[in-house]
């Protein structure tokens, strides 16, 4: 390995072992309440030290954010290809079921940082954690549309709405029930008379329906 090669290593492993040990930071406190001193602490460096690696606060919560993005694509595209829109929606709530932590650091970047009109992206100067969420929030839509798109094609499902449209119009009803779900998992089923997984399953029996091309 060539002495750059080793150098730029080991700064990518001092940058990978901060933003492990800031994620546990901001899972429990969110972005607001996190401190780069406390993490800093965790760290074992001080807060110049940190400083060294990620430009602010919010670089470094969207190094951890990043991860939760990446995740998400992830679960989605093992399904997209099939142009499922209820596999797609499961994935959803598994990834959100079996992550929690990562999507409430989700919901504080799409309220905040997140760009959602393509042609008014981070400049070139934003941090480059900030410029690869946006990658990664621009190609999980992208695959959602497409999804969409070839269920439209196949006549699995019909709309008026553009796929873009149903897109968003999909991901905020089936966030707002996943939302629901995770506040009021403990005991779900002993209030509501059936389990959060079979609730979920009955709400996307309603959404593909009122989809279906013969409806």
């Not at 939760?68 to 099939?82: I, N, P, Q, Y």
């Amino acid at each position: 390995m060539r002495t750059q090669d080793r150098k730029d290593w080991e700064r990518q492993q001092r940058e990978n072992r901060i933003i492990d040990l800031a994620e546990p930071v901001f899972f429990a406190k969110g972005y607001d309440a996190a401190t780069i001193i406390e993490i800093a602490r965790a760290c074992g460096y001080n807060k110049r030290s940190i400083y060294l690696y990620f430009r602010d606060k919010e670089e470094l919560f969207l190094a951890v954010v990043l991860r939760g993005l990446e995740r998400l694509h992830k679960s989605l595209e093992a399904v997209a290809g099939s142009a499922d829109i209820r596999a797609l929606g499961r994935a959803f709530f598994d990834f959100s079921l079996a992550s929690p932590d990562y999507l409430r650091l989700i919901m504080i970047y799409e309220a905040g940082a997140c760009v959602w009109q393509k042609a008014q992206s981070p400049a070139p100067a934003a941090g480059p954690y900030k410029l690869r969420c946006q990658r990664q929030t621009d190609a999980t839509a992208d695959l959602m549309v497409r999804c969409i798109e070839s269920a439209v094609a196949k006549g699995i499902i019909k709309t008026d709405l553009a796929p873009v449209q149903l897109m968003m119009v999909l991901w905020g009803q089936v966030l707002g029930v996943i939302q629901i779900i995770l506040m009021r998992q403990d005991g779900f089923e002993n209030t509501y008379g059936i389990s959060h997984e079979a609730l979920f399953e009955r709400f996307m029996d309603m959404v593909t329906a009122g989809m279906a091309p013969g409806r």
